[in-house]
């Protein structure tokens, strides 16, 4: 009896956080805390977000990895661009990377970040299929 009302405590646990039952708190960018600050991220990636662009690229030079993957995966789906940024390079080689990203911002901040549409890649026409009867 003891292992069933256990197992149901801890599938009960596993419920409450696995479905957002728990909260932590809002999503914010601001945040110091990568549980608040990782899904304000995602959130700012999937509305294409350019207002948390250079909250973004402060983001990239976090000591936290996760928060440095996060932040480039979102720079990327907003803009397009990476600019050599790899999270898990070296230090040396994150702010190099930074740089251009801070470069990159210093002069698309006055234009609005009117970004390019990304380049769709082109396919072969497809023939048409004939409808008449043989």
Do not use: E
């Not at 069933?4 to 956080?17: E, F, P, S």
């Amino acid at each position: 009896m003891r292992v069933t009302q256990y197992t149901v405590l801890v599938a009960a646990g596993l419920l409450l956080t696995g479905c957002g039952l728990l909260s932590l708190g809002r999503p914010d960018l601001a945040s110091d805390d990568p549980a608040l600050k990782i899904p304000a991220m995602k959130l700012a990636a999937h509305q294409d977000d350019k207002k948390a662009i250079s909250t973004l690229i402060k983001a990239l030079s976090s000591q936290d990895s996760a928060i440095r993957f996060y932040a480039i995966y979102a720079l990327h789906k907003i803009t397009g661009h990476r600019f050599g940024f790899i999270y898990y390079a070296s230090h040396v080689r994150r702010n190099v990377a930074t740089a251009r990203w801070k470069r990159w911002f210093a002069t698309h901040r006055s234009r609005g970040f009117h970004l390019p549409a990304p380049k769709l890649r082109h396919t072969a026409a497809v023939p048409a299929i004939s409808g008449g009867a043989s």
